[in-house]
């Protein structure tokens, strides 16, 4: 049954100013950009339920978002570095987004956003975050800083240690069936010698429900997967780019498939990602003379590859040779100008430039020199991404869905007066009481106790 939107509040009608119909007052506040939003839901209590609904925030997603107009989430560290992160749009200004103080690292874009939510990480392992750049909220994922499934865990004599991976890929996806967002990571060791991939394992991290990781039912196959290549959600499935394949997850069943590669396709300095709402896998060094080539699946059940373009450096002009020379660079997306249909692509030092899908000169969109941000260093990991107006919340954090929860917050109670050891046995018992153990508010609150 079709979601039926709520009356919007009108002006009384024993007034002299005209009365809007409700669906124009949806329609024109569903344009509008979230903060904005953010900020007509205090005019009154009927506002901040009509803003806050299902309807309105699907609805606003839709309105506020022009695919042919993209827009870039820009996380780089620049000389005027203002310890925030910015939005730019293809003939627009720089605008200041949030903070992003929540990480002790860089800022890494992970995945292109899922209804206005990205998945970022901080550099030098310094966590995963989900966040919605729109309204600045943000959620910390529980392990992954330094993941105890990363850690070496081993003791003298231990008949059965715990096992031990030495690679990590993570994936952000929605379900729409049960309207909720899925983190997936999917761990895998390999021998150093040979590469090939010796065990592998994946968990599921569900926002706004217990916030634990959870492994699936089904194993996942021995694939070796790598952190710099993170999944691609595209048709309800997370796709992994792994040495001599791709292993795809449904986020609805948590079932494993596997994709064949194009047949030309080369591991090395590759990356995939969703270009026109296709899946497309790209390879060739950046920062050589090497053809850079961008192919896309064009037939899902056949398997069908083909060639979207193919990007000779040399022939570039000098000048937009040594502008745009990089240690990363990667599609972000697809728009027409101009009658034509251009690729925009991003590099390593925030520069943004578009081709033809000839692979002729590049026409330069982009450089952060002249900005709020400021020049940028070249670094191998992505310094941009792409960017959606959304009101779609992150989720609540363990200590918020404990808070809410009467039957959680006593068991918090009653476990942190008990002796350490004691705590440490009883983290056994379920997922639930071990996450709410291994908080930092609990640990804190142990240490106080004692």
Same mark, same amino acid.
């Given at each position: 049954m079709a979601e039926v939107a709520p009356p919007a509040p009108t002006v009384d009608s024993n007034q002299d100013a005209p009365v809007l119909l409700p669906e124009v007052i949806t329609e024109i506040l569903a344009r509008l950009p979230a903060k904005s939003v953010g900020r007509f839901r205090c005019v009154s209590r009927a506002w901040c339920a009509m803003l806050s609904g299902d309807y309105f925030v699907d609805l606003h997603l839709r309105r506020a978002n022009r695919p042919d107009h993209p827009r870039l989430l820009l996380t780089a560290v620049g000389s005027d570095y203002d310890d925030h992160l910015h939005s730019w749009r293809l003939g627009g200004a720089v605008e200041k987004l949030m903070a992003d103080d929540f990480s002790d690292g860089i800022i890494v874009p992970v995945t292109k956003p899922c209804r206005g939510l990205v998945l970022v990480r901080g550099t030098g392992n310094a966590g995963y975050f989900v966040c919605n750049p729109s309204t600045g909220d943000v959620l910390a994922l529980p392990d992954t800083e330094g993941s105890m499934k990363m850690t070496s865990r081993h003791k003298l004599f231990q008949p059965h240690p715990p096992p031990f991976f030495s690679e990590v890929s993570y994936g952000l996806g929605y379900c729409t069936m049960r309207k909720e967002f899925k983190v997936v990571r999917l761990f895998c060791d390999h021998e150093f010698e040979t590469g090939i991939a010796q065990s592998t394992n994946c968990e599921v991290f569900i926002l706004d429900r217990a916030a634990y990781w959870r492994p699936t039912a089904e194993q996942p196959p021995l694939q070796r997967v790598e952190e710099k290549k993170p999944a691609v959600f595209l048709n309800g499935y997370l796709h992994f780019l792994c040495h001599g394949g791709i292993i795809t997850f449904s986020i @609805? %069943? $948590?079932?494993? %498939?596997s994709l064949p590669p194009p047949?030309?396709?080369?591991?090395a300095a @590759?990356?995939?990602? $969703?270009?026109d709402r296709c899946l497309s896998l790209?390879? %060739?060094?950046p920062d050589t003379e090497d053809l850079y080539h961008v192919l896309v699946l064009r037939d899902y059940k056949e398997a069908r590859w083909e060639t979207l373009c193919c990007i000779d450096r040399t022939t570039w002009p000098e000048s937009e040779r040594m502008l745009l020379d990089s240690l990363w660079m990667a599609p972000l997306g697809i728009y027409h100008s101009d009658g034509g249909q251009k690729i925009m692509f991003g590099t390593g030092a925030c520069k943004v430039f578009a081709v033809d899908v000839d692979g002729n000169a590049p026409q330069i969109l982009f450089t952060p020199d002249d900005t709020i941000i400021g020049s940028c260093e070249d670094d191998n990991i992505p310094a941009l991404g792409l960017y959606e107006e959304s009101l779609v919340p992150v989720g609540r954090s363990l200590e918020e869905i404990i808070s809410s929860s009467p039957t959680a917050e006593a068991w918090f109670d009653i476990l942190k007066w008990l002796p350490a050891r004691s705590v440490l046995e009883l983290s056994l018992v379920c997922r639930e009481w071990r996450a709410m153990i291994m908080t930092d508010h609990f640990i804190h609150m142990l240490f106080m106790q004692t």
């Open positions: @609805s %069943g $948590e079932t494993f %498939g047949s030309a396709f080369k591991d @590759s990356a995939m990602i $969703e270009l790209c390879y %060739g060094k």
